[in-house]
C-alpha cells in the first residue's frame, strides 16, 4: 500500500496481471451502450434535490455531459495507466456545469449527482470485473482497485468542482450579474421588495405588459448563438428594450415589455438562419403577477419544448393542454392509447391528415390544400383512420384531438 498525496487514500500496488484485467474493464467501460448510459443519466436526477436540475432542460442537458465526460475521464485515465488515481475531472464540461449551477442560485448539494450515479457505475463496472477472470486471487483484487478507483476518482472530483463553485460565487457576489439575478429571484418567489428598488435594479419597469420567454441552447457550441435570438424575439414582438438575465452558460431569461401574442412565424423563420437554439414564449401579462406567471409559463413550455429537439420555438397556448396531461404522465398515455387505439401507431401521412383535418374545423377542402394533396386522397386517410380509432372521428372530435396533440409531445 501507498500513500497518495492528493488526498490521503491508501493505495493498492496490484500485479501486472490485475492492471491488465483492470485496463480490459476501463475499455469495455469506453465501449458501452447508450442504455446504460440513460440509467447512469436517471440516477442522477434522482432525489429531491435534484429536482430543480432535473426539470431545467438546459441544466440537465449539462449534467448529462458532465457524466458522460467522467465515464470517458476516468477509463481513458484506466486504459493510459490502469490503477493510478484518476486526476479530478476539471474539465470544461465540470467547469460550465459548475459555473451554471452557481447562476441559477444551486449550492454543492446539486453535486449529489456525481456520487449518485457512482451506484451505477460500480455495478456495471463490476459486471465487466466477473467477466474477465476466474481466478479469485485476481478477482478479489480488481474488484478492490476497481471499487476505490472509481469512488476516489468521484469524491476528488466533486471536491474540485465544490472549489470551483465556491471561486465562481465569489466572483459573481456584488456583481451586476449578481444583483439582476437576486432580484429577479426574490420577484419571482413574491418576496417584499420594493417596486422603486427592484426597477432600479434591473433597469427594467414593472407596472405595465410583460411577456417571458426563455432562449437556451442545448449544445454548449450553439451558446454563442443566444443573444442572436433574444434580438430576433426582441424584435418580433415588437419590443425597443428588454429585460436579460443570463440563467446559465447556454441559457437567457426574457421579458419584453408587450402585452401582445409573439408572431411565431417571423421568430421561426429568423431560427431557421441560428443554428442549435430554441425559443419558449409564455403568456403575456400585466405587472408583477404577469411578470411571474409569463415567466412560470415560459418555464413549464421549455420542459415540454426539450423533449421535440428538433422544435425550435414553442409558446405557451401551444403546450398548455399537454402540459396539464404531462402532470401524470402515466394517465396522460392510458388517455392516450385509449382514444387513439391503433390509430397510435398508423402511418406518419394518417396521423398528419386527421392532425390538420381537425385544425381546420373538420374541413376536408381546406386540409387538402394545407397538405398539398388532393380532397380525394385526405378522404382515403381518414376513412383509414375511423377504422383505426375504437370510436368513430366525428362522435370524439375533441377527445382525439388532444390525444393526437399529446401524442406529438410524448413520443
Known sequence: MVQDAARPVSWPTPGPD???LLRQAAELVLAAPAQWLEQLHEASFAGERMRPVAEDPALAAAVRRVNEANVRHWANAN?????RRVPPNVGPEALSAARDLVRRGLDESSLDAYRTSYTVVWKYLMDICFTLTDDHRQLR????????????????????VTARMQTERADLVGGTHAERRA?????????????????SQLGYRLTGPHTAAVVWAPTPSAAGNLETAAELLMEAGGAVHRLTI??????????LPVDAAIDPEPVTAGLAAIPGVQVAVGRPGVDLDGFRRSHLDALETQRMLARIPARRLARYEDIQLVSVLAADP????????????ALAQAEPEVIEAVTVYLETQCSTTRTAARLYTHRNTVVRRLTRADELLPRPLAANVIAVGAALEALRWFR
Open 18 to 20: 490485475v492492471l491488465a
Open 79 to 83: 486504459v493510459s495507466d490502469p490503477g
Open 141 to 160: 483484487e480488481l474488484l478492490e482497485l476497481a471499487a476505490l478507483s472509481v469512488s476516489t476518482f468521484i469524491e476528488d472530483t466533486v471536491s474540485a
Open 183 to 199: 432580484t429577479v429571484s426574490l420577484l419571482l418567489e413574491g418576496a417584499p421588495i420594493r417596486r422603486s428598488q427592484a426597477e
Open 246 to 255: 443570463v440563467a446559465s452558460a447556454a441559457a437567457l431569461w426574457l421579458w
Open 330 to 341: 402515466i394517465r396522460a398515455r392510458e388517455f392516450v392509447a385509449d382514444t387513439l387505439g
